[in-house]
């Protein structure tokens, strides 16, 4: 089977830096997405890895363990713009996505 | 530059009847795709579509069916309504749908109410 794994929730303080972490087991594995979504509105498209080791785009930084079946999406300098639902997503062999179910990004001040 | 339009926004249904949900991009996409989303769970593949005139099962296609006769246009219909549908779906496109590095654009999402 397919199964992908997320905390359900994640608390931050505005400024610092912030971990969350997708675990995953899929029977074909083509890369690992990684999706933001604000409250009542759509996901959008945060990284992707097709290969192993990290991919930095500004603050937010995607790293990929295949071997592992592990990923962790890295959010520095936390604005609370960035409270939201941040989604993995794995790949499989049909090129469809597989979608974990999100983690809730709470940011305090 | 519209993207993903879905329609409607909101809609509340009875037990039994059936409806469109419109989907429509202007981004000249290739791939196409119905999600739901319910609490607690992730996102779930209704159908999808590589291209014109091609369309195929997801992950949870009962009581569903979708058609594409135009690059543009994705619509899902809703065939007898049960509380079980009750959800928000969203709609998605790709330039194309054989690729790890599948970027989905979303629409906006359509919140769906069975009673």
């Known amino acids: 089977g397919q199964s992908l794994e997320q905390p359900s929730e994640v608390t931050a303080v505005e400024g610092a830096i912030v971990q969350i972490n997708c675990t995953y087991q899929t029977s074909g594995f083509y890369g690992l997405s990684w999706y933001q979504q604000h409250d009542g509105g759509a996901p959008t498209f945060l990284s992707y890895?097709?290969l192993d080791g990290l991919e930095e785009k500004g603050r937010f930084s995607s790293f990929l363990s295949r071997s592992k079946g592990y990923s962790y999406l890295l959010l520095k300098e936390l604005q609370m713009k960035d409270s939201a639902s941040y989604l993995c997503a794995v790949v499989d062999s049909n090129y469809q996505l597989i979608w974990g179910a999100g983690t809730k990004l709470i940011i305090k001040p | 530059n519209a993207g993903v339009t879905q329609t409607p926004k909101f809609q509340v249904l009875k037990t039994g009847q059936s409806m469109t949900l419109q989907c429509a991009q202007d981004?000249?996409?290739?791939?196409m795709s119905w999600y739901r989303q319910d609490p607690g769970m992730g996102l779930r593949l209704i159908h999808y579509s590589v291209g014109a005139g091609i369309t195929d099962q997801g992950e949870v296609p009962n009581g569903y069916n979708v058609s594409r006769s135009t690059t543009e246009d994705f619509p899902l219909r809703l065939l007898s309504a049960a509380p079980s549908q009750t959800s928000v779906y969203f709609c998605?496109?790709?330039?194309?749908?054989?690729?790890?590095?599948?970027?989905?654009?979303f629409g906006a999402g359509s919140r769906l109410t069975v009673l």
């Open positions: 998605a496109s790709s330039t194309d749908g054989s690729s790890g590095a599948n970027v989905l654009t």
């Open positions: 981004m000249n996409h290739e791939y």
């Open positions: 890895n097709g």
